[in-house]
């Protein structure tokens, strides 16, 4: 196994707080895996994402027990811009990720990259291709400001593409999209794996989890209750107990035992599947 992010005992809670908002966790997150966090609202999946990135403790002080190794060193042994490169974070709000200081979404994609001095040929490439890739290529001339939701959602999520960092942070990436929009940004996440990406993924939508994750997460009031591959997780009892979403068709799959089907419906290893 080649990890690439493990946490070992992860205590935090914010400055001003009395709670512990995470709780002891420990995980292990798999390079080249897609991994989703999901959890109700509250659980603790962006403090969880803010401690993977570094976040805090650079930028949250507040108090952090335990250890996070990102990469085969602490987090706590890089420097924030180091992390930055690394690790890119797509934040569930896009308002706040598009800067809104560039007039066209060219600029605003090629940001990162003026920052880091690339050489100006290389820019104008790298951003066309990533333009391309995420399909925003017709909104190129056009303002941050006066985009949709759903656009400035995948400008952000161009702008940290563009980077190529090795690891992708996506926090809730389709809260503004529509189905057709949603199955893009999946697509788009699929190619990053594609390309050897590591990509943890906060997402509620059950059905695409269910379809394109490799493992789960599970938070429950700060703590990690469960975490495996994905079709293990769904079909373990223990899920049942945290009041969160199936996939529709594991629901279905409860709806007819419940009213007395029998199903012979174990969980499936992978090692147990068919080579295909
Ligand atoms: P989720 O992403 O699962 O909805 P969050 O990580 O956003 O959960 O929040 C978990 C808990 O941490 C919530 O109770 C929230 O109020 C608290 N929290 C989040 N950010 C801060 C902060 N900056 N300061 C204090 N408490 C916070």
Redo the contacts with the bound molecule.
């Keep these: 196994m080649n990890s690439i992010i493990e946490m070992k005992n992860v205590s935090y809670r914010?400055p001003?707080?009395d709670d512990w908002?995470i709780k002891n966790a420990s995980l292990t997150i798999e390079k080249g895996k897609f991994t989703a966090i999901i959890?109700n609202?509250?659980?603790?999946?962006?403090?969880l994402c803010n401690i993977i990135r570094g976040f805090i403790p650079h930028f949250?002080k507040g108090e952090l027990e335990g250890e996070v190794i990102v990469d085969g060193k602490n987090i706590v042994d890089y420097q924030l811009g180091q992390l930055g490169e690394k690790i890119g974070y797509v934040f569930q709000n896009p308002f706040i990720q598009v800067s809104g200081v560039k007039d066209t979404v060219f600029d605003e994609v090629a940001y990162g990259l003026e920052n880091l001095g690339v050489e100006v040929n290389e820019i104008i490439d790298r951003v066309n291709e990533i333009l391309k890739l995420v399909k925003i290529e017709h909104l190129r001339d056009k303002h941050p400001m006066g985009l949709s939701g759903g656009q400035r959602q995948r400008v952000a999520l161009a702008s940290i593409i563009v980077m190529n960092p090795d690891i992708l942070v996506i926090d809730e990436p389709t809260s503004q999209l529509d189905p057709i929009g949603t199955e893009h940004v999946f697509d788009i996440i699929r190619l990053m794996k594609e390309k050897g990406k590591t990509i943890i993924l906060?997402e509620h939508k059950m059905d695409l989890i269910a379809e394109y994750a490799d493992d789960l997460i599970v938070?429950n009031e700060g703590e990690i209750v469960l975490q495996g591959p994905t079709r293990e997780v769904f079909a373990d009892p223990r899920y049942g107990e945290y009041n969160i979403q199936y996939p529709h068709v594991t629901e279905v799959a409860l709806n007819l035992q419940k009213n007395g089907v029998k199903l012979n419906y174990v969980p499936i290893r992978d090692e147990e599947l068919p080579e295909s």
């Design positions: 914010y001003v707080s908002i959890g609202n509250g659980s603790g999946k962006t403090t949250y906060v938070l």
